[in-house]
């Protein structure tokens, strides 16, 4: 199957090859500040709070079991494969292409709009493109090279080209890739450079000249995008290209109708307008087996009035191998915790909360409890108060953060799940309405509760 896939897709490869004039791989330094709205992939649905949530909870279960394969403990740029792709060296897997928000942007001389999905989990900035010779549905036309004057092939001496794990060249010396997602997600094209245009909420429109995929050939999910901004700290993404020092985003719950926000550039205003609580700050940490990730020094779960006695060592980020070690990301829904944390967690919320686990639950709805008939209709049961601690600073979480209440059912879920493996993800239902701050300069990550 997959040699018929090449196949396919090298007449398309030299065929765009052909209109290829002097690429050119260099960006100037970016300057200035871009804010822009983000949609999340189901808005506009006409569902409640509940199926909205077991919606992103299903979709974030491909993403989960990427994530544990990449922090497995492989080295370098060739860390994470499957079970299949171990037997075919130099293909990497990242997170899948099941992520939760979109960012509208243009690409091209004219600009075409384009829609893709927010990844801080992977780096490849990639669009579909036309001639598609296999293309997954997409709410936008399919980008075409061909209709924009700015559209450059990169030669295979370009300096992203190499970047790229699974790069090839096809004459007349034209970068061709091939990126993996963990879910299945594939995309195989033309690695070029092109003018990306970003219309700020100001109505400001700020552009730049950067590397991207020009995918004709694409299987997987796309999840209602035309392809994936990759935000990762690796070279390809767009956070490296243009030099970005600080990016932050602030999430709106689900079900809201207020759109989400991503701030990036130099930000030297600030970003904390709409915070209504105290900024917090801890430290970023990098692996060199898993450049991509955003780590943070995770120390502990505090639940009602009671601190885990969690060793530190458990959510140590290992120096040899990289496995274990805490990531802060956009694209997963629930926060996830090796099983030993999970299991003491839930031991000591359930300890206090005083209420059998639900019959009644099903795989997508995490750890569950039976709530009292006569409260089915009536307010939210209490629940213990949830802390993570970080170095330096300390998330109280609200309710709605982690509990997910099912009146109909008589249960409520703690929305944290099983990693799979040594390591832990902060998710971004955890995240909701609460502004982000990732300081690239600082090396730090700064956050505080806000009416996203």
Not at 26 to 54: N, W, Y
Not at 238 to 253: A, D, E, G, H, K
Not at 423 to 439: A, E, H, K
Request: aromatic share 8%; proline share 7%; hydrophobic share 35%.
């Amino acid at each position: 199957m997959k040699q018929a896939l090449v196949a396919l897709a090298l007449p398309l490869l030299l065929a765009a090859s052909l209109y290829a004039s002097t690429p050119s791989d260099s960006t100037a330094a970016f300057a200035g500040d871009v804010r822009v709205d983000l949609t999340h992939v189901d808005a506009g649905k006409q569902m409640s709070r509940r199926e909205l949530i077991r919606r992103a909870m299903r979709r974030s279960k491909a993403r989960a079991a990427a994530l544990s394969v990449a922090r497995s403990g492989n080295n370098g740029r060739h860390a994470g494969k499957s079970a299949e792709e171990q037997q075919q060296p130099g293909v990497a897997v990242r997170p899948s292409g099941d992520l939760e928000y979109l960012v509208d942007l243009a690409i091209g001389t004219p600009p075409q709009p384009v829609s893709a999905l927010l990844d801080t989990g992977s780096d490849l900035i990639w669009t579909q493109c036309a001639p598609c010779a296999s293309c997954l549905p997409q709410p936008d036309p399919l980008f075409a090279p061909g209709a924009s004057s700015s559209y450059e092939p990169m030669r295979c001496s370009g300096q992203l080209c190499g970047e790229i794990l699974h790069h090839a060249c096809q004459r007349p010396d034209t970068c061709t890739y091939r990126y993996n997602y963990g879910d299945g997600t594939t995309t195989l094209g033309v690695y070029a450079t092109e003018r990306f245009t970003f219309s700020s909420s100001s109505g400001e429109r700020v552009s730049a000249l950067l590397g991207f995929g020009c995918g004709n050939m694409n299987i997987g999910s796309l999840n209602n995008g035309s392809g994936i901004v990759g935000f990762g700290r690796n070279p390809l993404s767009l956070v490296s290209q243009m030099s970005i020092r600080r990016f932050s985003y602030c999430l709106t719950p689900y079900a809201s109708a207020r759109k989400s926000t991503l701030f990036f550039g130099s930000l030297a205003a600030g970003v904390y307008d709409d915070a209504n609580g105290p900024v917090q700050t801890t430290r970023l940490l990098q692996s060199p087996h898993n450049p991509t990730f955003y780590y943070v020094p995770f120390t502990g779960v505090t639940v009602g009035t009671r601190r885990l006695r969690i060793p530190l060592s458990v959510f140590a980020l290992s120096p040899a191998d990289g496995s274990g070690g805490v990531i802060v990301d956009s694209g997963t829904v629930l926060t996830l915790f090796p099983a030993a944390v999970l299991t003491e967690v839930v031991r000591a919320f359930r300890a206090q909360l005083r209420l059998p686990f639900a019959n009644s639950s099903g795989p997508d709805d995490g750890v569950c409890f039976a709530t009292a008939p006569m409260r089915r209709r009536g307010a939210p049961v209490p629940v213990p108060r949830m802390v993570f601690h970080f170095e330096g600073a300390d998330l109280d979480l609200p309710r709605r953060n982690y509990i997910l209440d099912d009146q109909r059912r008589g249960s409520l879920c703690l929305l944290l799940a099983d990693s799979g493996d040594s390591g832990s993800t902060i998710g971004n239902f955890l995240q909701q309405d609460m502004r982000v701050l990732y300081d690239l300069e600082a090396e730090t990550l700064s956050f505080a509760p806000a009416d996203c």
